[in-house]
C-alpha cells in the first residue's frame, strides 16, 4: 500500500474533523426529509439547518443575518450584488486590495461591465495596506472597500477593523473575506459583509455562507423556489450545514488548543526551515501559514521530486490555474524569488513528527538541487 504524504497544505482545504463526519451521517443515511417541506420529516431537518446556522453565525459579529451558499466564492458574488442598491444612490468606485484572492479579484473585475470603477490598491513589502494611502484611495463615490482577513497565499492579518472604519467614514459597505482566518483569528465587529468556507475548518466541501449586516439589501444571486429568504434558491443540504455548524463549534471549544498547537508546529517549522526567508510579515500572521522562499530553488523541480509531503508552490488557487502567485508579486518579489517560494500550511491534525520529516524531505531534496 502506498504511504499518504504528509499533509501540509492546510490553506487549500482541510482534512473532515472526525466529529463532523460523525454529526453528517444521520442526515445523509437516515433523515432524508426536504427542509423547505411543511410536514414533520421537513420541519426536524429545517430544524436542524437552524441549529447549525446559529452554531455558524455565533463566530461572526452580531446584529446580522447568515446566508448559506455553495462554497465561499459563491459567498463574495453574492455579497457584491450589495453594490447595485449603492450605484442607484450615486456611488460607482469598488476597491479591492491587490492581494485579494481571485474570488474578489475577479468578481470586482466583472462589476466593470455594471458601470463601475475598479481599483486595486498595493500592499507593501510586508503584505500589509498602507491604511494612509487607502485613505486617499476611498471616496464619497465609493460603495465597496473588500478586503481579506487573513492572506491565503501568505498568511498576513490585515488591519480590518480600520479598513471598515476608513469605508464607513465616507459611507461605503466593507466586504471582509474570513476565510482563511474564521474560528481561528478574531473578526471585527465593525465589518459590513464576510465570507466563509466550510472546508477551510474541518467542514465539508461545497458549503460555504455570507453574513450580512441587518439592514444591507442584497439582491437573489439565484432565482427559483424563494429559499434562503429569497437571495439564494436551492434545496440546501441539511447534512452539509450540519457538518458546517459542527465544524465551527468545535473550533470554538477547541480554540485555544487549537491555537497552542499551531503556536508549536510553526516554531519547529521556523527552526527547520531556518535557512529559508520568510514571505511577508513576521509577527501580523496567522502562524499555520509559511510562505518561504531560498534563492536558487527550483520549485517545479522540488514538487515533481518530494512526493512524500503534500505542500505548495504559492497559492492552490493560483497554481492550480497555473497563474504565477499575483501576492508574492504584489509584495515586490523578484521572478526568481516567486520561483523558489513554497507555502506550507499547518493545521489541527498535523504532529510535531510531520514538520521534522517533512523539512527533513524538502531540505534533502533542496541540497540534491545544488549538487
Ligand atoms: N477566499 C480565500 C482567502 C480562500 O483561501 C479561498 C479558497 O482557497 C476562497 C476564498 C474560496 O473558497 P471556496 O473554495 O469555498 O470557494
Aim: charged share 20%.
Amino acid at each position: 500500500m502506498t504511504k499518504e504524504p504528509i499533509y501540509l497544505d492546510n490553506q487549500a482545504t482541510t482534512p473532515l474533523a472526525p466529529e463532523v463526519f460523525d454529526a453528517m451521517v444521520p442526515w445523509l443515511r437516515d433523515n432524508f426529509g426536504n427542509p423547505h417541506s411543511a410536514h414533520l420529516l421537513g420541519r426536524k431537518a429545517a430544524a436542524a439547518v437552524e441549529v447549525a446556522r446559529d452554531q455558524v453565525a455565533s463566530l461572526l459579529p452580531e446584529n446580522g443575518k447568515l446566508f448559506f451558499a455553495g462554497s465561499a466564492t459563491e459567498a463574495i458574488n453574492l455579497g457584491f450584488g450589495a453594490v447595485h442598491a449603492l450605484k442607484a444612490a450615486g456611488r460607482n468606485k469598488i476597491i479591492v486590495l491587490d492581494s485579494e484572492h481571485a474570488a474578489v479579484r475577479d468578481t470586482a473585475q466583472s462589476y466593470k461591465e455594471h458601470g463601475f470603477m475598479v481599483e486595486r490598491h498595493p500592499i507593501g513589502p510586508d503584505g500589509i495596506v498602507s491604511l494612509e494611502q487607502l485613505g486617499r484611495m476611498i471616496d464619497d463615490k465609493t460603495a465597496l472597500v473588500a478586503a481579506m482577513l487573513v492572506n491565503n497565499e501568505i498568511g498576513v492579518i490585515q488591519p480590518v477593523e480600520a479598513i471598515a472604519n476608513l469605508a464607513h467614514e465616507h459611507g461605503a459597505l466593507m466586504l471582509c473575506d474570513v476565510v482563511q482566518g474564521y474560528g481561528r483569528v478574531a473578526i471585527p465587529d465593525n465589518i459590513d459583509m464576510a465570507a466563509i468556507s466550510a472546508h477551510k475548518i474541518y467542514g465539508p466541501k461545497g458549503i460555504g455562507a455570507l453574513w450580512v449586516r441587518e439592514g444591507i439589501d442584497l439582491p437573489p444571486m439565484i432565482q427559483g423556489g424563494g429559499q434562503e429568504k429569497g437571495i439564494r434558491s436551492g434545496t440546501l443540504s441539511p447534512a452539509l450545514c450540519n457538518g458546517f455548524g459542527r465544524a465551527a463549534a468545535l473550533c470554538a471549544e477547541r480554540h485555544d488548543v487549537d491555537a497552542a498547537h499551531i503556536q508549536t508546529l510553526a516554531d519547529k517549522a521556523r527552526t527547520c526551515f531556518a535557512d529559508w526567508t520568510i514571505n511577508g510579515a513576521m509577527d501580523q500572521r496567522y502562524l499555520g501559514n509559511l510562505n518561504i522562499r531560498r534563492d536558487g530553488v527550483d520549485v517545479a523541480r522540488l514538487m515533481s521530486d518530494v512526493r512524500g509531503v503534500a505542500f505548495s508552490a504559492g497559492s492552490a488557487c493560483a497554481s492550480g490555474s497555473g497563474r504565477p502567485s499575483h501576492v508574492l508579486a504584489a509584495l515586490g518579489l523578484e521572478p526568481a524569488q516567486i520561483k523558489s517560494s513554497i507555502r506550507l500550511g499547518f493545521g489541527r491534525y498535523n504532529s510535531l513528527e510531520d514538520i521534522e520529516m517533512a523539512s527533513k524531505i524538502i531540505n534533502e531534496a533542496v541540497e540534491a538541487q545544488r549538487i
